[in-house]
């Protein structure tokens, strides 16, 4: 039952907590995200800048929180990759100062392990195997979750991930950054039928459409074009419309190769994971469908969607309970394939 310290770093959140196994003790988030919206979206060396300021503080902050001593920390741990490269190293140098000091064990985490893990805190009876519909900022996929760094990835989006689609469709009508919670807002007050938008099949070399593999920059790219077709003819832009639309057609796109994905595969529960798992399109849609097919879908809290370090403790803690640490001289990687986790362990 390892009680482990976890450092959040990979984009624009400053996230440190404390977790037991799948119990929270303390979790600290310091977005950057009133720093970055100025410039429309993640400046990596603004994020690195502020990850630096920020860290000592909010390490400070979750000990205290949890009202812990070092002594009963178990390890330490920090995302390692995928994301920034600067804005992760100052998690993984802090995590692996804190445990040279105080000679804990040390871990990297892969980040989606992380997304994966945070059903876990709400869930901790889950058990997999299970689906995980990961999406995120920087990622869109269908995973078989086996068990504790044994993943196959079963669909994956082929271009744009589904939280970058909502923040350059909202870029594209002026907005502001990070477009995702923005529309998710407008949208709950547009007409969801306005507009009829393209889903983005992936067609298959020998005919037909992958069934699990999604496309989102076409989709974006219609929402451009219509956009430019209503001012050309000097029409107003039914915000609300045009997000509602966009929404419903990347929450209908989703839910239908998750519920396939699952049916084919045997798996009786879809956890949902990542910033766009917060989207009130997306819960409806797949809530109502998982229901129709007699299967369970878990959404995390709204505040373990978005990045946190919570969900990362939890995948540490669950690595630590089987003896996996890593060495000190881990590195970060901008990228990494969630297959690939248990290179990062001895
Ligand atoms: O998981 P996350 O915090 O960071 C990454 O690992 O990428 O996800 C951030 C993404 C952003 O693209 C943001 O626009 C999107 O999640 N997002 C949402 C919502 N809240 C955050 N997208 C749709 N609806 C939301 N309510
Ligand atoms: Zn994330």
């Known amino acids: 039952m390892a009680t482990v310290l976890a450092i959040e770093t990979s984009c624009d959140e400053t996230a440190?907590?404390?977790?037991?196994?799948?119990?929270?003790?303390?979790?600290?988030?310091?977005?950057?995200?009133?720093?970055?919206?100025?410039?429309?979206?993640?400046?990596?060396?603004?994020?690195?800048?502020?990850?630096?300021?920020?860290?000592?503080?909010?390490?400070?902050?979750?000990?205290?929180?949890?009202?812990?001593?070092?002594?009963?920390?178990?390890g330490i741990a920090a995302t390692c990759a995928p994301g920034l490269v600067g804005a992760l190293l100052v998690g993984l140098t802090a995590a692996k100062t804190l445990a040279m000091l105080h000679n804990k064990p040390f871990l990297g985490v892969h980040h989606l392990e992380g997304h994966i893990y945070?059903?876990?805190?709400s869930e901790p009876k889950l058990e997999p195997p299970f689906l995980s519909l990961l999406v995120s900022g920087g990622h869109t996929s269908l995973i078989y979750v086996n068990d504790c760094g044994d993943y196959k990835t079963l669909g994956e989006t082929r271009d744009d991930a589904a939280g970058e689609a909502f923040d350059k469709?909202?870029?594209?009508?002026?907005?502001?950054?990070?477009?995702?919670?923005?529309?998710?807002?407008?949208?709950?007050?547009?007409?969801?039928?306005?507009?009829?938008?393209?889903?983005?099949?992936?067609?298959?070399?020998?005919?037909?459409?992958?069934p699990y593999d999604a496309s989102f920059s076409g989709l974006k790219t219609a929402v451009l074009r219509l956009v430019q077709q209503l001012e050309k003819?000097?029409?107003?832009?039914?915000?609300?419309?045009?997000?509602?639309?966009?929404?419903?057609?990347?929450?209908?796109?989703?839910?239908?190769?998750?519920?396939?994905?699952?049916?084919?595969?045997?798996?009786?529960?879809?956890?949902?994971?990542?910033?766009?798992?917060?989207?009130?399109g997306l819960r409806q849609h797949l809530q109502t469908a998982a229901a129709a097919h007699n299967l369970r879908v878990l959404f995390p809290p709204l505040k373990f969607c978005t990045d946190n370090a919570a969900m990362i403790g939890c995948a540490a803690a669950d690595h630590l309970n089987r003896g996996h640490t890593s060495p000190l001289t881990l590195s970060v990687q901008s990228r990494l394939g969630l297959t690939d986790v248990m290179q990062l362990y001895h």
């Not at 945070?118 to 805190?121: E, H, N």
């Not at 966009?246 to 045997?266: E, H, M, P, W």
């Open 118 to 121: 945070a059903t876990y805190l």
């Open 169 to 210: 469709v909202a870029r594209l009508l002026q907005l502001g950054y990070p477009g995702g919670p923005i529309i998710d807002r407008l949208a709950q007050q547009g007409n969801p039928q306005a507009f009829s938008l393209p889903e983005g099949k992936v067609s298959l070399p020998s005919g037909g459409y992958h």
């Open 16 to 74: 440190v907590a404390i977790v037991n196994n799948r119990l929270l003790r303390s979790s600290i988030i310091a977005s950057q995200i009133p720093v970055h919206s100025r410039y429309g979206g993640v400046v990596p060396e603004v994020a690195s800048r502020q990850h630096l300021e920020t860290i000592n503080e909010a390490i400070a902050q979750a000990m205290e929180q949890a009202q812990l001593d070092w002594g009963e920390i178990d």
């Open 233 to 280: 003819q000097q029409q107003p832009v039914p915000v609300k419309d045009v997000a509602a639309s966009f929404q419903d057609t990347v929450a209908r796109s989703l839910t239908k190769r998750a519920i396939a994905c699952a049916l084919n595969y045997g798996l009786d529960t879809i956890a949902v994971g990542g910033g766009v798992a917060a989207n009130s």
